[in-house]
């Protein structure tokens, strides 16, 4: 099966900062990845699917690059809103996601 | 637009059989699209369960393929998951959520707004 690394775990960030969050595949996925953000106590939404394309209504600061085994998410410049958890999904092989990446205030 | 809902009971004692169904509205789920259950477990991240095909075709998660069923009742417009000898380790929030047509293995969107069961005695 495959495994998904995200990293960092915690990031602590100011609003209108660049942040940039990675997802590391234990093999090639090829375009196979999509990223969800989660509040707390709500369920996750759909921000990016095949590595790079945005869900129509998702905002533009929001971009996902990548291909193979390594993949990036990132907030342009980081809006209040956005402070959440974020998840990357490889949908390659069966379905696996990683473990989370936590954007917390700074 | 499509919506999701799932309902079922919030307690399932171990070794007994956890039964969760999610009815959808706003799209018949006969026409297509793939649906499919995902869990998370209190602070961990998600893990997919599986997910079913109006034709009935089905796919599962290998780890939990010899306790999970996912079935169809387009009659209701709902699917549902039944998941036998459960432990303290399926304790989770499950959720349902609608695939994209083309794969059966696919990222998700919609999903529901989750329902928490916990397994104890």
């Known amino acids: 099966d495959i495994q998904m690394t995200q990293s960092p775990s915690t990031l602590s960030a100011s609003v209108g900062d660049r942040v940039t969050i990675t997802c590391r595949a234990s093999?090639?996925?090829?375009?196979?990845l999509a990223w969800y953000q989660q509040k707390p106590g709500k369920a996750p939404k759909l921000l990016i699917y095949k590595a790079s394309s945005l869900k129509s209504g998702v905002p533009s600061r929001f971009s996902g690059s990548g291909s193979g085994t390594e993949f990036t998410l990132t907030i342009s410049s980081l809006q209040a809103d956005d402070f959440a958890t974020y998840y990357c999904q490889q949908y390659k092989s069966d379905s696996s996601f990683g473990q989370g990446t936590k954007v917390e205030i700074k | 637009q499509v919506q999701l809902q799932e309902s079922g009971p919030g307690l399932v004692k171990p070794s007994e059989t956890l039964s969760l169904t999610c009815t959808v509205s706003g799209y018949s789920i006969s026409r297509g699209y793939y649906w499919g259950w995902i869990r998370q477990p209190p602070g961990k991240s998600l893990d997919w369960i599986g997910s079913?095909?109006?034709?009935?075709?089905?796919y599962y998660n290998p780890s939990l393929k010899s306790r999970v069923t996912i079935s169809l009742d387009t009659s209701k417009n709902q699917f549902s998951l039944t998941l036998s000898s459960v432990t303290a380790a399926d304790t989770a929030v499950y959720y349902c959520?609608?695939?994209?047509?083309?794969?059966?293995?696919?990222?998700?969107?919609?999903w529901g707004q989750g329902t928490l069961v916990t397994v104890s005695s």
């Open positions: 959520a609608r695939g994209p047509e083309g794969a059966p293995h696919n990222w998700f969107d919609p």
């Open positions: 093999q090639s996925i090829s375009s196979w």
């Open positions: 079913i095909y109006p034709s009935g075709s089905t």
